[in-house]
């Protein structure tokens, strides 16, 4: 009776760790830059991030290094945590 139940716990746990695996193998690579987006229909762009950044909102998309540049220039703030503007050469 015991060995039943541990077997199956045994099972369980290797069962988890498989899907824990395939999680990590099935994950879409980090993106370089992103831009975190305003609350509400038509969002707009609020704020630029090296990718990763922790400080980066729910609220956001992966961009190009263009368009990270781009927006930069067109005035959008950048996070003063993960400094995309110094990552890019963008001196403010």
Same mark, same amino acid.
């Given at each position: 009776m015991w060995a039943e139940r541990i077997d199956e716990a045994i099972a369980m746990i290797e069962h988890r760790e498989?899907?824990?695996?395939?999680?990590?193998?099935?994950?879409?690579?980090?993106?370089?830059?992103?831009v975190e987006l305003s609350i509400g229909v038509g969002a707009r762009p609020v704020e630029v991030h090296v990718g990763g950044?922790? &400080?980066? !909102?729910? *609220?956001?998309?992966?961009?190009? @290094?263009?368009?990270?540049?781009?927006?930069? &220039?067109? !005035?959008? *703030?950048?996070c003063i945590h993960c @400094?995309?503007?110094?990552e890019l050469g963008v001196l403010g």
């Open positions: 498989k899907e824990r695996q395939q999680g990590e193998e099935r994950r879409p690579p980090t993106p370089d830059w992103i950044c922790n &400080a980066a !909102g729910k *609220r956001h998309r992966a961009i190009t @290094r263009e368009q990270a540049l781009a927006a930069l &220039a067109d !005035g959008i *703030r950048a @400094r995309p503007d110094t």
